[in-house]
Nanobody, 116 residues
Framework: QVQLVESGGGLVQPGGSLRLSCTASGFQSIMYTMGWHRQAPGKERELVASYARFSGTTNYADSVKGRFTISRDDGENTVTLQMDSLKPDDTAVYFC?????????WGQGTQVTVSS
């Protein structure tokens, strides 16, 4: 059974930085994609960044390009999202996800609040 454990998040002032991490367990494969979505109050969940393990490619939402960086530790099935130059619009619950064989798995979500 695939499980995702998230860490990080919290409250930060505009312009600050935060780091989120997510570790996946319960499977053995390199055919998967991991990353982060976020959902702000009253808005739909949106993709923030993703990493495809097999190809090594990364993908970012236009709104975070140049500010967020997704990195991974393939040996530990862990992805980290480094978030810099945070803006109030980045405030949301951030969900780690893993897509494997057409099935999406989700973490419990972690709150990120950007406010002065």
């Amino acid at each position: 059974q695939v499980q995702l454990v998230e860490s990080g998040g919290g409250l930060v002032q505009p312009g600050g930085s935060l780091r989120l991490s997510c570790t996946a367990s319960g499977f053995q494969s390199i055919m998967y994609t991991m990353g982060w979505h976020r959902q702000a109050p009253g808005k739909e969940r949106e993709l923030v960044a993703s990493y495809a393990r097999f190809s090594g490619t990364t993908n970012y939402a236009d709104s975070v390009k140049g500010r967020f960086t997704i990195s991974r530790d393939d040996g530990e099935n862990t992805v980290t999202l480094q978030m810099d130059s945070l803006k109030p619009d980045d405030t949301a619950v951030y969900f780690c996800y893993l897509r494997r064989l057409g099935v999406d798995y989700w973490g419990q979500g972690t709150q990120v609040t950007v406010s002065s």
